[in-house]
């Protein structure tokens, strides 16, 4: 057998943990240093592009005969809703809950600070929220008048988030950030764009149908039916943004970068 030729077996071989591990580590390491202004602006076009996955999923809430609680429906609304995740994620935009775990990772490493840490949650943190603010603002102005999604849709899908009391959006809002997370190590480990398309496909898809508050896509959701709907509250809104963004943010730091860290490192 000659050499030179790609052994097939060894391609298909999934990567070992270590190796995923220390790609987590170069990866948040990479965004860790990153300069200030493209850390916002990548922040920034993240809070943008998420926000199509709201926008379809009030499509398909004005367009579809049935509403929340119908299966179709449901299932139809959890794949819209993972458009966003997928536009951001393979388009290499800076997403908060991703780098919940990601950035984490250095830092249980001692290869980054603390404080280099919380530059980098609070700038990308702020872009992801301020192109969340502008996106919802032009679809609210300029898509009602196409025809295709009603306001009602729109405040239908904030109040399905707001709905609930305040300790389900931090519990509920510590899984969406643990499925993050986990969505953050799989893609590391996974080898090509197909099978990095179906692993954020399926857990964003889970995420929307388990209706877990994902404050960066939730800023979204709420902010429609806030500027809609007299019955959302700035307060609502507000009470979502902090309780889920704590929640994701601790589902993802606790659950999956502190535990694979260390068994990893444990394993070694």
């Not at 391609?11 to 990866?27: A, C, F, K, N």
């Not at 800076?94 to 603390?114: G, K, W, Y």
């Not at 919380?118 to 008048?145: D, E, H, K, Q, S």
Request: charge should be negative; glycine fraction near 10%; proline fraction near 3%.
């Amino acid at each position: 057998m000659d050499d030179s030729e790609p052994d097939t077996f060894a391609v298909m071989e999934q990567m070992p943990t270590q190796e995923v591990l220390d790609s987590l580590i170069e990866s948040g390491l990479h965004e860790i240093r990153r300069e200030k202004s493209g850390l916002l602006l990548s922040g920034f076009s993240a809070g943008l592009d998420i926000g199509f996955g709201p926008l379809l999923m009030a499509v398909v809430l004005t367009l579809s005969q049935g509403s929340y609680g119908d299966l179709t429906t449901e299932l139809l609304l959890a794949s819209v809703y993972s458009v966003g995740f997928l536009f951001v994620i393979l388009g290499r935009s800076e997403l908060f809950t991703e780098h919940t775990t990601l950035a984490v990772v250095p830092v249980l490493d001692r290869q980054a600070s603390i404080g280099q840490l919380m530059r980098l949650w609070g700038l990308v943190y702020v872009g992801n929220i301020v192109g969340g603010l502008l996106f919802t603002l032009l679809a609210v102005v300029l898509m009602p008048g196409l025809g295709v999604i009603s306001p009602e849709a729109f405040e239908l899908i904030a109040t399905k988030l707001v709905s609930h009391q305040l300790h389900w959006l931090f519990v509920a809002g510590v899984f969406a950030g643990w499925l993050m997370g986990l969505l953050a190590w799989l893609i590391t480990a996974a080898q090509g764009t197909l099978s990095r398309v179906a692993i954020i496909w399926i857990v964003t898809a889970t995420i929307g149908l388990l209706h877990l508050p994902h404050s960066i896509a939730g800023n979204v959701e709420v902010l429609f039916g806030l500027f809609i709907s007299a019955s959302i509250t700035p307060l609502d809104y507000l009470a979502f943004l902090s309780l889920s963004t704590i929640g994701n943010a601790f589902g993802g730091a606790i659950f999956v970068a502190v535990l694979k860290y260390g068994h990893v490192v444990r394993g070694a």
